[in-house]
């Protein structure tokens, strides 16, 4: 079955960066455009990134824009965040998430925790 | 990149119907026929219930259902029962090639 699992998650300084990976498994991982998406602690979902199934074409949240790159590896099945300049407010649960035609956000990882603590 | 707004809570006993409303614009919303909603339970991973405003993808019950008119969206959920009780969010797909997610909304089951 499809399985997604991301890791890379931990505690890092305001300011310092943090990478995050997603390996996919039981899909055809390059024909799947991919998401990320992040929830702060007992609060809401939120739309981070979305890159399209080849990587020609990634889109971004205002509030990650600049600081934040989403990227694939599909020769290794893998979806990545790169994510520098942390602030605090970057606190959240990391999902990554399939894309089905652009349409809807289909299958999700069971997400990695990142906390931006001093 | 506003979130679409959705009511904080909705509840309901057990039998009856509910439904959660899922506001936008014209940009999201109201521009595509885009809407999908994710049903989530604490510590656990949202899931599709509803796609493209309406269709439900397999595994979903069929107790939920979606509808559109003009700038909103709104799920309904039938026949209530002690299993649906957790977040809900909306999403949309939207003019700038993004997508933005509703505030969510917490069913009780009394």
């Known amino acids: 079955q499809v399985q997604l699992v991301e890791s890379g998650g931990g505690v890092v300084q305001p300011g310092r960066s943090l990478r995050l990976s997603c390996a996919a498994s039981g899909l055809t991982f390059s024909n799947y455009g991919m998401h990320w998406v992040r929830q702060a602690p007992g609060k809401g979902l939120e739309w981070v990134a979305v890159?399209?199934?080849?990587?020609?074409?990634?889109y971004y949240a205002d509030s990650v824009k600049g600081r934040f790159t989403i990227s694939r590896d599909n020769s290794k099945n893998t979806l990545f965040l790169q994510m520098n300049s942390l602030r605090a407010e970057d606190t959240a649960v990391y999902y990554c998430v399939t894309d089905r035609g652009n349409r809807y956000l289909d299958l999700w990882g069971r997400g990695t925790l990142v906390i931006v603590s001093s | 990149q506003s979130a679409l707004t959705q009511p904080a809570s909705v509840s309901g006993s057990p039998g009856q119907s509910i439904t959660i409303s899922c506001t936008g614009t014209s940009s999201d919303v109201g521009g595509y026929n885009y809407v999908s909603w994710y049903q989530q339970y604490p510590g656990k991973a949202p899931k599709l219930m509803i796609y493209?405003?309406?269709n439900r993808p397999s595994g979903a019950s069929n107790r939920f259902s979606g509808s559109k008119s003009g700038n909103t969206a709104s799920l309904t959920i039938s026949g209530l029962q002690a299993e649906d009780e957790a977040d809900y969010y909306c999403s949309s797909y939207t003019s700038s090639s993004t997508r933005v997610f509703g505030t969510g909304t917490k069913v009780t089951v009394l």
């Open positions: 890159i399209w199934y080849d990587g020609s074409n990634k």
């Open positions: 493209d405003v309406s």
